[in-house]
C-alpha cells in the first residue's frame, strides 16, 4: 500500500470472521420502556447461558434482541432449542451461518453484513416459542436439523426472505 498523500495516513484493516454461525434471539417490545434495560439483562443472561453451554458467546446487543456466535451449526442449533425451550412465548431464535463482517467501533468489535442482515430477516418471519433454521446451517451440517427434529419442535412454515430457513414452533 502506498501513500500518494502529503500526510500520514492510518488505515485499520480487519478480517470477515470466517463462516461464524449465528444466532439472534428476541424478545416483543416492552410495554414500559422503564422495564426494557432489566429486559434486556435478562436476556442477555439466558443467552449467555445456553450459548455457553454450547461453546457460544454473546457478541452484540442489538433493540430487544441478542447476537451470539458459535464455531459449530450443531451446537449454534442445540443453543437455540435449549433457549426457546426455557424461554418459551419469551423468546424466538433465527440460527443461520455465513461470513460476519466485524469493525470496530467505539473500542468495541461491531458485527454486521449480509450473514447479520439475513439471520435478522429469517427472525422477523418468526413467531414467539419458533426457531428458524437457515438452509445453509441445513448445508453446513445436516445434524443440525436433527437436533431440532429430536426436540420438542414440530415444522410449521418454510420461510423465504434473504435466506431460505425452516420455521419449527415449540409444542405445547
Known sequence: MVNDLDQDVVVRLERAA???????ASRYRA?????????????QREVSDA????????V????EGVLAVF???VAATRAAIRLVTSMGVRAKVAVHTGTAMLT???QRLDYFGRTVHATSQLLAETAAAEIAVSEDI???????????????????????????GLRYRLRD
Open 138 to 164: 441445513q448445508r453446513a451440517d445436516p445434524r443440525a436439523l436433527d437436533a431440532v427434529r429430536e426436540a420438542p419442535f414440530e415444522l410449521v412454515a418454510i420461510v423465504q426472505r434473504t435466506a431460505i
Open 51 to 58: 450459548a455457553e453451554i454450547e461453546g457460544g458467546a454473546i
Open 60 to 63: 452484540k446487543l442489538q433493540l
Open 104 to 106: 470496530t467501533i467505539n
Open 31 to 43: 410495554s414500559d420502556d422503564r422495564n426494557v434495560h432489566a429486559e434486556l439483562v435478562a436476556l
Open 18 to 24: 470466517d463462516r461464524m454461525d449465528v444466532v439472534t
Open 71 to 73: 464455531t459449530d451449526p
